[in-house]
């Protein structure tokens, strides 16, 4: 990883450290277009393993559902360039995806990254490409829909990671992590790195 990557991803270290610091009234959420500013990023240790799943593929097409400001965007953007892959990044909010594609061209990784504005479900459902790696890190309540629209266009061997798996209360993981594992030829594990991911694997 070079020192372009390496400035990039500190200075959003920083700014990580500077959300956690706040306290959640004065970081506005939502999906009102404007006001949410709060990264909601995956994190270093997330960060580096789905680098290292990434990287394990062979020219992988890679799918990010939830771009936000674009850190694990970065660690994904960095393996498809290791790898001679590329990463399709889709995002509801334009303002989010244009601070993801500054920060990508900073670190030098612009030309691995297709940003992708609009509603993830029927962006999935118009792709081309098959997909060899998804990250699903969006609003909980999309993450079942966003799998029945990437689902049958996993490549054999494919790998799917799912954040905020942890998430206590939460129907909407719970859904998730019960359905994927049902899909036919996928194998899954629920693992306690950064806010727990659920891993799983497709063999067709």
């Not at 500013?37 to 593929?57: D, Y």
């Not at 936000?68 to 498809?80: D, K, N, P, Q």
């Not at 799998?147 to 209360?169: C, S, W």
Request: proline letters at 4%.
């Amino acid at each position: 990883m070079d020192s372009r990557i390496r400035d990039v991803l500190e200075t959003y270290h920083v700014m990580i450290h500077e959300e956690q610091k706040r306290p959640r009234e004065l970081s506005p959420g939502g999906r009102d277009g404007g006001q949410d500013r709060r990264l909601r990023a995956v994190g270093k240790e997330t960060g580096q393993f789905i680098n290292i799943l990434a990287r394990s593929l062979k020219k992988p097409v890679i799918l990010e559902l939830g771009t936000s400001f674009g850190y694990s965007g970065i660690w994904l953007a960095e393996a498809a360039r290791a790898t001679g892959g590329k990463l399709i990044t889709m995002e509801l909010h334009e303002y989010k995806a244009a601070y993801a594609k500054e920060m990508a061209a900073k670190a030098g990784l612009a030309d691995w990254i297709d940003f992708r504005i609009g509603d993830a479900v029927q962006m999935i459902g118009q792709l081309t490409e098959t997909v060899d790696f998804v990250l699903v890190d969006l609003w909980k309540d999309l993450y079942l829909p966003c799998l029945e629209a990437f689902y049958p266009r996993l490549n054999d061997g494919a790998i799917v990671v799912a954040d905020n798996m942890l998430r206590p209360g939460d129907e909407n993981v719970k859904q998730y992590g019960t359905a994927i594992r049902a899909k036919p030829g996928i194998t899954s594990v629920l693992l306690p790195v950064g806010s727990g991911i659920e891993v799983s694997r497709f063999n067709a």
